[in-house]
């Protein structure tokens, strides 16, 4: 049973910073890429950012010079560094992972969620 759990939303003034925490567990054989989702009310899920095996990034133009994703792959563990925080930020954030459980296959994990608010 693999789970992904997030940590670190919460609330903050505009300008403000977080850090959120998504950290892998369970029968991991390894882990391929990770990424940051969030789905403000209304709105669809979007991709915040991404990071893959060998490193590199991607994010939404929005939040681009703002957030830094990074992984710890000795941890299972990924980041979400969120500076600059704007009222558009709001949503609720979720962690995703492509896991390998059984080589070669791949499965991709969600984690529940954590909530961000950013208040004028």
């Known amino acids: 049973q693999v789970q992904l759990v997030e940590s670190g939303g919460g609330l903050v003034q505009a300008g403000g910073s977080l850090r959120l925490s998504c950290v892998a567990s369970g029968n991991i054989f390894s882990i391929s890429s990770m990424g940051w989702y969030r789905q403000a009310p209304g709105k669809q899920r979007e991709l915040v950012a991404q990071?893959?095996?060998?490193?590199?990034?991607n994010y939404v133009d929005s939040v681009k010079g703002r957030f830094t994703i990074s992984r710890d792959n000795a941890k299972n563990t990924f980041y979400l560094q969120m500076n600059s925080l704007k009222p558009d930020d709001t949503a609720v954030y979720y962690c995703n992972a492509e896991i390998v459980v059984v080589v070669p296959y791949k499965i991709l994990y969600w984690g529940q969620g954590t909530q961000v608010t950013v208040s004028s």
């Open positions: 990071i893959t095996s060998g490193g590199t990034t």
